[in-house]
């Protein structure tokens, strides 16, 4: 896992994903389906962050760096953020715990897939209640969607994120906002859906300055 030094009270958690070896070496589905490579969990936890980006699973340039959304989608993900690199890298400001924390290797179209299966319910729990003091979750793609917004979520990433201002009246913290994936797969999907660099976006900045800066 990416480490920053000093002691935060995390560095035990940090110890215990960056050792773990599930899906390589106990998958869910057997070891025909085992993770093609050794693992390499990339996620950033935060003791004093109060935006969490839950992102979906690193690609193969993140997982060879070491440092998530290293790459053409994180650059397309802090412009929305409208942050810079060192702003966006400081774990003072963000944390960063993708719904997989290894990259999960490619498809036989040459696709990334979906992030294992395994990480969820082996940290994602651990990893969100070791940070109480996030108000803001940017559930980036369906997967974090569907584990952070659970029955509000929509029949669709669309729908879900067209209705983006349901997971920020929701009462109590954290606040969840819904964000599609940064992805250049999705930027026709952006030129359709003018409302979200028109509406969502003005006021995911005004939040980022009010809970990153
Ligand atoms: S994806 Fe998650 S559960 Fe699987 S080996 Fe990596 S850290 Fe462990």
Redesign the pocket.
């Known amino acids: 896992m990416k480490a920053v030094s000093g002691e935060d009270g995390l560095d035990g958690l940090r110890a215990e ?1 960056s050792a ?5 070496d106990a998958p869910l589905r057997g070891i025909a389906d085992r ?1 093609p490579h050794e ?1 390499r ?1 990339v996620a950033v936890l935060s003791a004093r962050a109060r935006v969490l980006i839950a992102g979906q699973a690193p690609g193969l340039r993140v997982h060879e760096s070491g440092l998530p959304f290293d790459d053409a989608s994180g650059d397309r993900l802090r412009q929305w953020l409208d942050v810079d690199r060192p702003t966006f890298y400081d774990r003072d400001r963000f944390a960063i715990v993708p719904m ?3 990259f999960p290797g490619y498809d036989a179209k040459g696709s990334d897939l979906p992030p ?1 299966r ?2 969820a319910p ?2 994602r729990e651990r990893a969100i209640s070791a940070m109480p003091q996030i108000e803001l979750v940017l559930a980036v793609g369906s997967y974090a969607q569907a584990w952070h917004m659970g029955a509000s979520r929509r029949e669709n990433m669309t729908e879900t994120v067209r209705n983006w201002r349901d997971g920020l009246a929701k009462e109590g913290r954290p606040a969840v906002l819904p964000l599609p994936h940064p992805s250049w797969r999705n930027t026709g999907w952006i030129r359709r859906n003018g409302w979200f660099e028109e509406e969502l976006l003005p006021e995911l900045r005004r939040r980022i300055k009010m809970l990153a800066f």
């Open positions: 994903i773990c070896r599930i899906c390589r993770l693992p969990p997989g924390f290894c294992r395994e990480c082996a940290w």
